[in-house]
């Protein structure tokens, strides 16, 4: 008898620990939050405070579409909110609260979507992106006042560990539409996977110049945000790279004269125009879910130069990132441009990140595959 209630004993602990382990707060989650938390299954459960709400729904990005949620209203103005498996990696996410947008009161607020916003990450096994017992790099804040838009212009810098030690090439690096500089360092984890590359010697150690992709006049501004003003706004941020931001990074940081460009979304086809405009100048050219704006059925590239690069005989590298799982209109962009290159026999690097969205786990994965194989 004895010897069966010791067994009953350790099954009760055995199982109050694995129930205990069953949901695991995310890495969002603000310090002492409990919530959102998700499951070896990837289940997830939220709980938030919406008092006087008399309807909650869960609402979010592209990662999110798939997902189905169940909601009950508990006690104390607290509603539940269970999910179907997530989708791995990073996602943006909110409430509906009575039609309007409320965040989570318990996760780290990220710029998304043109404003701050919840965020989850859900685990896909994987550590690149993740500090490591390694040299540590920083990131530092910096600004120029611009004459091409009329005003002081923030960008960020990754310095790598060695910084200071011998002169280093450049990545110029751009974020995609409802982002801004903080993309890069908070969602893209950028500092733990270029400190884990350069650590195991995988890549060269670079410069990274965070800039904002958007460069606009006061009177600009007030043109109706749609494709023609990103246009514009792209070509005023290349005379932006070449006459004002280059100038002043390579007078300012320690810096030889290898250059690459790269962006996500929209940041891709400002990539794009910048480096098809100066292929001399630049040693590779990253794109990660390609964009390309203002295209027709006859002439797909109206607005981006990239038959330049035909031309140069520098021939930059060209790297093109894109999610297995992105909406169909990224393929399309994705078709176009490798049916160019591979029409004119341009060599190219495609990478496919596996069970991806238009979300930062795809942008973080290109990254890691991209700074690999440039300033080689």
């Known amino acids: 008898m004895q010897y069966l209630q010791k067994i009953s004993l350790i099954l009760i602990l055995f199982s109050s620990v694995a129930f205990s382990q069953k949901y695991k707060t995310s890495s969002t989650a603000l310090p002492g939050k409990e919530f959102p938390k998700i499951d070896a299954k990837r289940n997830a459960e939220f709980q938030v405070y919406f008092p006087d709400a008399t309807s909650v729904t869960l609402e979010g990005g592209d990662g999110m579409q798939s997902i189905q949620s169940s ?107 409802g982002e801004d500089i903080t993309g890069w360092e908070t969602q893209g984890y950028i ?43 792209s070509k005023n941020l290349d005379k932006i790279v070449i006459g004002e931001l280059i100038p002043y990074v390579e007078k300012k940081y320690k810096t030889n004269t290898q250059k690459a460009i790269a962006g996500l979304s929209r940041g891709s086809y400002q990539a794009m125009l910048i480096g098809a405009s100066h292929p001399e100048m630049f040693s590779a050219i990253g794109v990660f879910s390609p964009v390309i704006y203002e295209g027709t059925e006859s002439d797909p590239f109206k607005e981006l130069p990239i038959g330049n690069v035909l031309k140069s005989g520098k021939k930059p590298y060209f790297f093109i990132g894109i999610g297995e799982k992105e909406d169909e209109r990224f393929f399309q ?11 004119n026999k341009y060599p ?29």
Do not use: C
């Open 71 to 177: 909601v009950s209203k508990g006690k104390n103005g607290f509603w539940n909110v269970s999910t179907s498996a997530m989708e791995i990696g990073f996602h943006y996410y909110w409430f509906n609260v009575d039609g309007q947008r409320r965040n989570d009161q318990n996760t780290q607020l990220y710029f998304g979507y043109g404003q701050p916003t919840s965020g989850i990450e859900v685990p896909s096994g994987e550590d690149f992106f993740l500090k490591k017992n390694v040299k540590h790099g920083k990131i530092v804040n910096d600004s120029l006042n611009s004459e091409i838009t009329k005003g002081q212009r923030n960008f960020k810098v990754y310095l790598p560990p060695s910084y200071g030690s011998k002169k280093l090439p450049v990545l110029y690096l751009y974020h995609g539409t």
């Open 333 to 343: 962009f994705n078709k176009e441009l490798t049916t160019f290159l591979n029409k």
């Open 191 to 233: 500092i733990n996977i270029l400190d884990n590359l350069f650590a195991e010697k995988k890549a060269q150690e670079m410069i990274v110049v965070m800039d904002y992709g958007v460069a606009l006049n006061p009177e600009q501004e007030k043109m109706p945000d749609d494709y023609p003003r990103t246009v514009l706004s």
């Open 348 to 376: 190219y690097f495609l990478y496919e990140s596996p069970e991806t969205y238009h979300e930062w786990l795809t942008w973080r994965r290109s990254l890691y595959q991209f700074t690999q194989r440039i300033f080689r």
